[in-house]
């Protein structure tokens, strides 16, 4: 095996992944702007901004790919046709089927994540927003986790010691076992050591959940945190805690240290969950 070429080996990774995952369907809510993070956000949509070689939105479809997502669904809205031109000019390289849901009006994470909701049908399905930037080879585990405990949403987690960043994120409870107490949004001094990610596997339990949380009423939105915490009241989320990195890249200093980072893990060439993603 140790002859194999890296390509060779990604290929038939993604074909033990594809007959071990139950999941087979991913949707990627890429509609956002980005206007924090600058003059560029005038030209492309965020999902487009490079991490080092690539977009972001080309890791987050690499991730899904490596454990096994055959069905990718991107939803959109500002500079559409950039999102789609850039997909068509890598298609070849991908291994996914990839389509597009317009999303005409922003109206949240769970507004987004609704629209999919004609094409996922009774299948459970894995989302990850197209501003996360995760280096990890925990999903697979968190696919597994997700089908022995059949919860409504499972999200995945990371410890997290710098509590600005918690501060300016999330701050999330669990049990031992794995089940969500409680998420707090942005917390001014958070109480709990762990965050969430920006991934999430789902059953289809959640479009009614989502219909059912209120927007919120002064941005208008119907955000998925409120959907989540409601589940956890209801015992029916879990978090998954994953080994290795993420980002959720909202401003130019975390694309920095996004990019940094991926320049890192590929220059070094080090020992790390990195494979997952190229």
């Known amino acids: 095996m140790k002859n194999l070429s890296t390509g060779f080996k990604k290929t038939l ?9 139950p999941i087979k369907i991913g949707v990627i809510p890429a509609a956002g702007a980005g206007r924090r993070l600058g003059y560029m956000s005038g030209l492309l949509p965020k999902t487009l901004f490079p991490v080092y070689d690539r977009p972001i939105i080309h890791y987050v479809i690499d991730q899904m790919q490596a454990v096994g997502i055959e069905d990718i669904y991107i939803i959109v809205n500002v500079f559409k046709e950039k999102v789609k031109g850039y997909l068509d000019l890598v298609k070849i390289d991908l291994r996914a089927r990839i389509h597009f849901i317009e999303q005409e009006q922003i109206g949240g994470t769970g507004e987004a994540i609704l629209l999919a909701e004609e ?11 197209g501003d996360d930037c995760t280096v990890t080879d925990s999903l697979e585990g968190m696919v597994n986790e997700f089908s022995k405990v059949n919860p409504v949403v499972m999200e995945a987690v990371i410890k997290e010691r710098d509590r600005a960043i918690l501060s ?37 339990d959640i479009y009614r959940y989502i219909r059912q949380t209120p ?28 080994r290795g990195h993420n980002i959720n890249i909202n401003d130019s200093d975390q694309l920095l240290k996004a990019s940094n980072l991926i320049k890192m893990l590929k220059t070094q060439n080090t020992n790390t969950s990195f494979d997952q993603l190229v």
């Open 119 to 129: 094409f996922t049908k009774d299948k459970p399905f894995m989302v990850v927003y």
């Open 13 to 21: 990774h993604f074909l033990k992944s594809r007959m071990a995952n």
């Open 215 to 242: 927007v919120h009423p002064i941005r208008n939105e119907r955000e998925i945190t409120y959907t989540i915490n409601e589940l956890a009241r209801l015992k029916k989320a879990y978090g998954y805690t994953i």
């Open 168 to 204: 300016q994120t999330c701050s999330v409870k669990l049990q031992s076992d794995g089940r969500i107490i409680e998420i707090l949004e942005k917390p001014e001094n958070p109480p709990y050591l762990t965050r969430g990610c920006g991934v999430y596997i789902f059953n289809p």
